[in-house]
């Protein structure tokens, strides 16, 4: 698995992919990008940092509410659809003090149109523990929406009883529920839960060659989340596919259970700055779609006197 330079900035597709034009014609009339369109809030403003994911607040650790009202924005590309999707992920603290993040995906223009401008949302509920230093979800909740076509899930984890509790409705009529037990000294973090924590150190230091599993809520027999940081030698044969260097930059590679953004594998990998923003990533083996490819495109940041910043809530829809 490798990042490799793509004409609009991105990744390139492996050596050798083709598409058959049948399967084309089903990309084109049935296409599902993943990604996240945030709007962006009238008073926001554009942070000093830039696509290279550096900005000049940086802290490898803290008190994690320090990412209230980061907006990271991003452009997704896939085939010869550049710039098709668009993607952003927050963090955020709504009227009633609870924090949250949300990610939320839209396939737009012309490949818009053709897929009825499908959208995934995802939202994590957070508590925030250990002195402020980590999050742990209250409730993770997916939606997929295809012109009037919801599909949702939602997860409830109870620490107080270790229950999870899970739902799933099709256009809001409840279809399946069930129950799990939470194990003794296990927290279940779901992608957006993870993101945060990782960034700010919970599950170890980020260096070259370090290895971290993560549990995570259990999905088709799958509970964790696995990380590689590449060390030395592995970033060179990166660096030689994708003709451009390394540099400060940590090369990511990322296995996740694949119903979490419906793909064959769960194989990800990410280009993160030095200051742990992911500036490309590369989404193996998206149903239908093959490869996707996402760059940053800016991070934003809504001011407020506390924590530095944090943005009006939004409601998941």
């Known amino acids: 698995m490798s990042l490799v330079g793509h004409n609009p900035g991105i990744i390139a597709a492996r050596p050798g992919m083709v598409v058959p034009i049948k399967r084309l014609l089903v ?8 990604g996240a369109s945030l709007a962006l809030q009238p008073f926001a403003k554009a942070s000093p940092a830039s ?25 997704i590309s896939f085939l010869w659809f550049e710039n098709a999707a668009e993607a952003s992920v927050g963090f955020y603290q709504d009227k009633d003090g609870n924090y949250y993040s949300l990610l939320e995906a839209e396939t737009k223009g012309f490949v818009g149109f053709f897929t009825s401008y499908r959208k ?36 409830t984890l109870d620490y107080s009883t270790r229950v999870q509790f899970w739902y799933r409705y099709d256009n809001n009529v409840l279809v399946e529920t069930g129950q799990r037990e939470i194990p003794g000294n296990v927290v279940f973090d779901d992608i957006l839960a993870a993101f945060y924590n990782f960034r700010n150190g919970v599950y170890g230091k980020v260096a070259r060659g370090e290895n971290f599993t993560i549990y995570t809520i259990p999905d088709k027999g799958q509970n964790e989340f ?18 451009k260097p390394v540099e400060d930059n940590y090369i990511l590679d990322v296995k996740i259970p694949p119903e979490v953004f419906k793909t064959k594998n769960g194989e990800l990998q990410f280009w993160a700055s030095k200051n742990l923003i992911p500036t490309e990533t590369l989404v193996e083996d998206y149903i239908l779609l093959g490869d996707l490819y996402a760059k940053l495109n800016r991070r934003d940041l809504i001011r407020t006197s506390r924590f530095g910043f944090f943005p009006m809530a939004k409601e998941l829809p």
């Open 51 to 75: 696509s290279n994911g550096l900005y000049p607040d940086f802290q490898p650790t803290g008190d994690i509410r320090r990412f209230l009202g980061e907006i990271l924005h991003y452009d």
């Open 27 to 34: 990309i084109i009339f049935c296409v599902t990008a993943l």
């Open 120 to 155: 995934h949302v995802y939202r994590a509920t957070f508590e925030v523990l250990d002195g402020g230093t980590r999050v742990r979800s209250k409730k993770f909740e997916r939606k997929v929406i295809i012109g009037n076509q919801v599909e949702s899930t939602q997860n």
């Open 226 to 243: 696995r990380v590689s940081v590449l060390d030395g030698n592995e970033e060179k044969k990166v660096q030689t596919l994708a003709g």
